[in-house]
């Protein structure tokens, strides 16, 4: 009997660390994999899709113009429940923290399917930052039977919230599989942008898109890196990858459109992504993914939020939380490049060393075929 796996994802950050266990899935006999993405970012999906060459077998395609995480939800229920009649699946594989994640795990819990949940545990312990995303992975450890947690610290969270000890499996973090097929040493960029980047110079990589930065939050970071890039027009280039939503890229445009040292970058695929990273000399973002990813290439992170869910990383100090202030930004940077502040890179890669699908799929061997 070969068992049925669904990997349900709808974002860009999700594709990318649910590749590298589709992709085991696939070459394993005991598993029939089936792909079912909502496309909740369309666009972004849509590049690690092809990159990977994954072809998922329902596309729900419901992103929509000026949805709401209401409408979102709904609708994400609604077509997931026919898509779940008609393949029965053993167990639903959902990721991190998206509305898509949660989505489908009540859908599934809905038609007693068995979830489980990669990169479960991770908290900031305050449910309106991020917003909604804090709030989906609670609701989706819920609804899970199997919890695959990056860490022990994201284990520990599940405890304390009473999920058993023996459905949690601190297994790291597929991000670090997939940076295994993307980095490359001779890589050259497809960006035309990127392959005119002299990284001779310190190239800082900037990203800002969350939720709760919109507004004033993203204005005071825009305007701390136009005085850091007047500042030090000849030392360094910033990169700052923005995100297609709009009330994102006008703040952004409004503020640092024609600096020569600012290049603004619409999304690149993750190949470019990667190896960006790994040739840069440190990063300014909001983003979670990015906040594994970095550090695992012993690039220190400057992070432009109050909180984090990945405080393993602040504790090696490879990551340190500045928030949204436009002169705390600036200062802090500024002792960066500078060289005033010191950080190790001698840290051991904590989210393990590129074999997390390979662990993820052993268990479920034992779980369903006792072996």
Known sequence: ???????????????????PIIKELEENENFESVVCVTAQHREMLDQVLEIFNIKPKYDLNIMKEKQTLTTLTTTIIKELEEVYLKEKPHIVLVHGDTTTTFCAALS??????????????????????????????????????????PTNVSKNNLLREGVKDDSIFVVGNTVI????????????FK??????????????????????????????ICRAIKRLSNEYKDDVQFVFLTHLNP??????????????????????????????LSRCFFVMTDSGGIQEEAPYLKKFVL????????????????MK??????????????DFIEGKILYRDDCNNIYGNGDTSEKIIEILEKKYLNK
Not at 249 to 276: C, M, S, T
């Open 321 to 334: 939380l500045i928030g949204t202030d436009e002169n705390i930004i600036y200062n802090i940077s500024k």
């Open 303 to 318: 992070v432009l939020r109050g909180e984090t869910e990945r405080k393993e990383v602040l504790d090696q100090g490879l």
């Open 177 to 188: 599989d997939t940076m295994k097929y993307t980095i490359k040493d001779n890589y050259e």
């Open 1 to 19: 009997m070969k068992i049925k796996v669904m990997s349900v994802f709808g974002t860009r950050p999700e594709a990318i660390k649910m590749v």
């Open 247 to 276: 009330i994102v890229r006008n703040d952004i445009y409004n503020i640092l459109d024609g600096i020569d040292n600012v290049k603004i970058l619409n999304p690149i695929d993750i190949e470019d992504a990667h190896n960006l």
């Open 191 to 220: 960006n035309e942008v990127l392959k005119s980047i002299n990284f001779n110079k310190k190239v800082i990589v900037v990203t800002a898109h969350r939720r709760e930065n919109w507004g004033e939050p993203i204005s005071n």
């Open 108 to 149: 599934a819990f809905y038609k007693k399917i068995d979830v489980g949940h990669v990169e479960a545990g991770l908290r900031s312990n305050d449910i309106y930052f991020p917003f909604p995303e804090e709030v989906n992975r609670r609701l989706t450890a819920v609804l899970s039977k199997i919890h695959f947690t």
